[in-house]
């Protein structure tokens, strides 16, 4: 194939066909919704993880099947997380991949196992809460934090510096800095390295 005058990245959503794509002539991954990485390979709320003991018997043995082979619900999430974006890292590289961290609707969110009990109902979802806000809301933090364990794991961890991060549905110049700490907060700050 000729060399074409402008760089195209791709968009990329299953980390099963990242390699394939790689073959492809590209400048990198432009966009990879983690989203996709989330339902695909994990398909559970994050609140559902976190408050597994609080959850009843038959979504216990529901989420237990699920994450075969993990030690904890936890390192379920964080450790698909990090597979799935690490793929997407490692058959690129060093080219950039740009992660958009996840940007669910709630009605989304609330379609994922275990997802009814911690999610609103919006009449308008796509207006609702989502992207940066829902990062920054105490409801939320600590289901963003694996969100961000998972890319510390892949950039830090594997050396996949190539991965860089997106942050989705940014309303305010004010929301932007809150969720910029958070990063900071999380162990995510911006560097020279992505």
């Known amino acids: 194939m000729p060399e074409l005058p402008l760089k195209v990245m791709m968009n990329v959503g299953n980390p099963d066909r990242a390699f394939d794509f790689a073959c492809l002539p590209n400048e990198g991954v432009g966009l990879a919704r983690l989203e996709f990485i989330i339902n695909r390979m994990i398909g559970v709320h ?3 993880l976190l408050e597994f003991d609080d959850q009843d018997a038959a979504l216990q043995n529901d989420i ?3 994450m075969k082979g993990f030690d904890s619900p936890r390192e379920f999430y964080v450790g698909r997380l990090t597979e799935g974006i690490a ?3 490692a058959a690129f590289y060093p080219k950039r991949v740009i992660v958009r961290l996840s940007d669910f609707k709630s009605n989304e969110y609330a379609n994922l196992v275990g997802g009814e009990r911690y999610e609103p109902h919006e009449e308008n979802p796509m207006l609702g809460f989502r992207g940066a806000g829902r990062y920054v809301a105490e409801s939320f933090r600590d289901c963003f934090a694996l969100e961000c364990e998972a890319v510390k794991r892949v950039r830090n ?3 996949l510096t190539n991965v860089e991060i997106m942050i989705p549905f940014v309303r305010t ?3 932007a800095k809150a969720v ?3 990063l900071a907060r999380q162990g ?3 560097a020279r390295t992505g």
């Open 87 to 89: 793929t997407l890292g």
């Open 157 to 159: 961890d594997m050396g």
């Open 64 to 66: 237990r099947e699920m």
């Open 173 to 175: 110049v004010d929301q």
């Open 188 to 190: 995510l700050k911006r």
């Open 46 to 48: 994050p609140r559902a």
């Open 180 to 182: 910029i700490e958070e």
